[in-house]
């Protein structure tokens, strides 16, 4: 299988345009959740989804939307792009049942630049 | 809430010698931990992760870390490092959330470079 795949691998957008971030897995996972990565902060995570229709926020939730309408696709919406927002973003899957705690699978992650 | 320090930000090291990566975690319950490794341009790789039980835990490439609860630390060791190790490693805390879900907390990483 693919594992976790996310799409484009990079995106350059300018202040105000909005754009889809495309993440899906093909491990049958219930969780997902999206994080970003900036230099010297490590990875924070923004929203995640504990299975189709379920979605919360995580620690920086704020400029961006997401959706949880099948198992498979966790897309990460951004409404009105800002130069904040620069990062690269990181979307990541694992089962709910025990076992595997918290062991999450990473995809490839998107680069995203903001003018 | 929980937290992650790793206080080096880039190390050195030359082929072939040993390797300590320091982690200090706060967390007020028993923590799941991990290790995750970052080559340049890729995704996260978790090399070993830490629940129970035994505290040192071993992991791929080599790697193993030691879970020490008197001094909330999670440092990853390699007795002999190759090349191909360098990349960068983040230390991770991970707790439930409400709901169900589950969140992991990263630490700023370090950067290791091998010189030949």
């Known amino acids: 299988n693919a594992g976790v795949t996310q799409t484009p691998k990079f995106q350059v957008l300018k202040t105000g345009q909005s754009m889809t971030l495309q993440c899906a897995q093909d491990?049958?996972?219930?969780?997902m959740s999206w994080y970003r990565q900036d230099p010297g902060m490590g990875l924070r995570l923004i929203h995640y989804?504990?299975?189709?229709?379920?979605?919360d926020q995580g620690e920086v939730p704020n400029g961006y939307n997401v959706s949880r309408s099948t198992t498979e696709d966790f897309p990460l919406r951004l409404l009105s792009a800002a130069p904040s927002q620069t990062s690269v973003y990181f979307c990541a899957s694992r089962y709910r049942s025990s076992g595997t705690h918290y062991e999450q699978y990473f995809g490839p992650g998107t680069r995203l630049t903001v003018t | 809430a929980q937290s992650v320090t790793q206080p080096d930000i880039h190390i050195t090291v030359s082929e072939g010698a040993s390797l300590e990566l320091r982690c200090n975690y706060s967390?007020?319950?028993?923590?799941?931990l991990f290790w995750y490794v970052q080559s340049p341009g890729q995704g996260l790789q978790l090399l070993l992760k830490?629940?129970?039980?035994?505290?040192l835990v071993q992991g791929i490439k080599g790697f193993e870390a030691e879970f020490k609860r008197s001094q909330s630390s999670f440092n990853l060791r390699k007795p002999s490092v190759h090349w191909s190790d360098a990349a960068e490693y983040f230390c991770a805390v991970g707790a439930q959330l409400t709901g169900g879900g589950n969140k992991l907390t990263f630490g700023t990483g370090t950067q290791l470079k091998v010189e030949l």
């Open positions: 989804s504990v299975g189709a229709g379920i979605t």
């Open positions: 967390y007020g319950a028993t923590p799941y």
């Open positions: 830490y629940f129970s039980g035994d505290t």
């Open positions: 491990m049958n996972h219930e969780y």
